[in-house]
């Protein structure tokens, strides 16, 4: 079976003028280029090697034979949903939520999606083989500007919400000085809501805290949120793909709540099916299935998810809702990829309905314990199909790993795809639960390990 090399589940990363650089970004421009035809919309974060990578991409789709749009800065939302509206496909110059001293390359759909396994293998296989023609003088690109092409997102998603919900609360906005700084805070005022920002200038430095949005780079967040009297304060990663929350009393929302919070509001509005990988905790599953609403499981990564949803909408089942436990929702009827302007929208939608406070809902939901641990291997698959023999005559799932579910909660134990490691996690009612389970599991490993010499 091939394998991807380059990139990983969202797209490849690496340090600057390490194992990212432009002549890398150039290939892949050139390989893209020369698998897909027409015109391809081009976007980055801020990152400051953005102008340096986004040049190397046009350069490559340039001298292939495509034209290329430049969208400029924002969010990969946005260039996801202005590439299914109008473009033969995209790419985003980002490196999502990881150290300024990174940068990647998203690869993105004509249908807004990131792009799939075998698509990707087959790109690889361009750009490691350096097997494409670049054109003559007469057959090479274009490239034009798209400068306002973010104006549409907005207004996508605000006019999903048009009786300005927010009217009468106060939002506190973090888009951590990446893209979203151009675009969650227009959102959120065209939803009535009165918006103040923090780190909202855009700086690839990322001078406020680090694109990752890690509860305690929220503390200035918290801290604005509680002395405006604000409803919530949302934070974004560097691309804004993603979204989390802190509460009315700067208390940060774990995201697998978040997730079962919207989940829930979904569900009470319509029923059907909803996607997400092995990993999330099971309190979205008991809030789904309470309001009527069944579960898929898939591999983790927001494109299974993303491709899920799609395939059982083609195969005629009503799938409501998407998503990771990490702040990354995936709204169907807006667009099949990870969108943090959207769910920073829908949790204005959620409070207008509720007329609750968030931390009042948050402690509404199903109680849950979530333990994770990494063990550092080089034998992790040979682990996982010797534990899967071992624990076969429980009620087994090997979408991705192992999962072993004993009634109300699990474990899972997956090898790392891209580091030397197994993950362990384990997500219960209450802690007693949780620890017996995790022992259990981490005994296993460690004497499957010992018969290695390892
Ligand atoms: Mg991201």
Known sequence: MNKKQLFGTNGVRGVIGKDMTPELVLRIGESLGTMRKGCIAVGRDTRTSGDTLAGAIKAGLLATGCDVVDCGILPTPALQYIVREHYDGGAMITASHNPPEYNGVKIIEPDGTEMGDDETIQLEQLILGRTYPVQSWNRVGRETAAPHAVDEYINAIASQFPNRPGTGMTIVVDPGSGPACLTTPRILSAMGCRVLTINGIMDGTFPGRLPEPSPDGLINLSLLVKASGAAFGVAHDGDADRAVFVDETGQFVEENQEFA?????????????????????????????????????????????????????????????????????????????????????????????????????????????????????????????????????????????????????WALVRASGTEPLIRIMVDAENITQADAFFAELREQVASALIPQGK
């Not at 099916?273 to 905790?281: A, E, R």
């Not at 291997?377 to 071992?390: E, F, N, R, W």
């Open 261 to 409: 919070l919207v989940a829930k509001f979904i569900c009470e509005k319509e029923t059907g099916t909803l996607v997400t990988p092995v990993s999330t905790s099971q309190m979205v599953e008991q809030v789904a299935t309470a309001a009527g609403s069944d579960v898929v499981y898939t591999p983790v990564g927001s494109i299974y998810v993303a491709r899920k949803m799609r395939e059982l909408i083609a195969a005629k089942r009503t799938v409501v809702f998407g998503g990771e436990g990490n702040g990354g929702l995936i709204f169907p009827n807006h667009q099949f990829c990870r969108d943090g302007g959207m769910t920073a929208a829908m949790m204005v939608a959620i409070l207008a309905r509720a007329q609750q406070p968030l931390s009042t809902l948050i402690a509404g939901l199903p109680r849950r314990i979530m333990k994770k641990e990494k063990i550092p291997t080089p034998d992790g698959l040979q682990v996982i199909a010797q534990l899967s023999i071992k624990y076969s005559h429980e009620q087994i799932d090997l979408t991705d790993g192992l999962k072993i579910r004993r009634g109300n909660y």
